[in-house]
């Protein structure tokens, strides 16, 4: 038996389960996890969840120069509440696996968003600026030599995320967004539902490992050995994509 054979008898061993064994299991829905995320609440929904490369810099003051950046791979979620086509507000959050307690916020409605516009002389209604952020969000993971997201962080716990695009000759700001840290309360809430979340999931995969074993053990006492010989990392594969989002 070679790797790409055990990995073939395991995925068909696995799809003989019987729906009748385990009716609980087999009908798991994954969204009853997501139900539970804080970031969910007051009617807001998740259309873009991926890591995008950041680079990191801490500034003293608001006056005063930045520090060297560090490159991180930063979980950006977005959200939105109300309609997709006309939302009443819009919410990013960012995380870090690095750092549990790493979490800043930026939320804008349809008022803030005006003064931005007006500031920053931005020619995209507010209906369009989730496209947007994840256009630029996008291009950082597929062109990170000439899309930066730079990531401001200030004592006070205000933050400002700059998109900035290389043109080889210049760097051009193309827009900001400003972040506030979450609270303390917040941020163990969060805490909580990836600690919770993820106890269920993997309580759900040792379910499921445990009934395919028994399957296999049936029909093919030997296989098992062999599978059981095997190191786990032969027989998973990786994932296509990371992170999931309703736009592209």
Known sequence: WNDRSLLSAWRSASSM?????????????????????????????????????????????????????????????????????????????????????????????????????????LMVEFADYPNVLIRMLNNCIREPHNHLAVFVMQQDGSARLDFIQNMEYKFVELMSCQFTRSSEEAVQHHITYRYNSLKTRLALMQARLSEVQNIIKLKNPSLLLQLQRQPAANLVSPPATQGRSRRS
Do not use: N
């Open 17 to 121: 389960a019987d729906p009748s064994l385990t009716p609980d299991l087999q009908a798991f829905d994954m969204s009853a996890i997501e139900e539970m995320d804080p970031s969910c609440q007051d009617g807001f929904s998740t259309i873009y969840d991926r890591e995008v490369p950041f680079e990191l810099r801490v500034q003293q003051s608001s006056d005063g120069p930045s520090q060297v950046g560090t490159l991180e791979a930063i979980k950006v979620k977005m959200l939105l509440q109300g309609d997709d086509a006309r939302p009443s507000s819009i919410r990013v959050e960012l995380s870090s696996e690095a750092d549990l307690f790493y979490h800043y916020a930026h939320l804008i409605d349809e008022a803030g968003f005006q003064v931005v516009q007006e500031q920053q002389k």
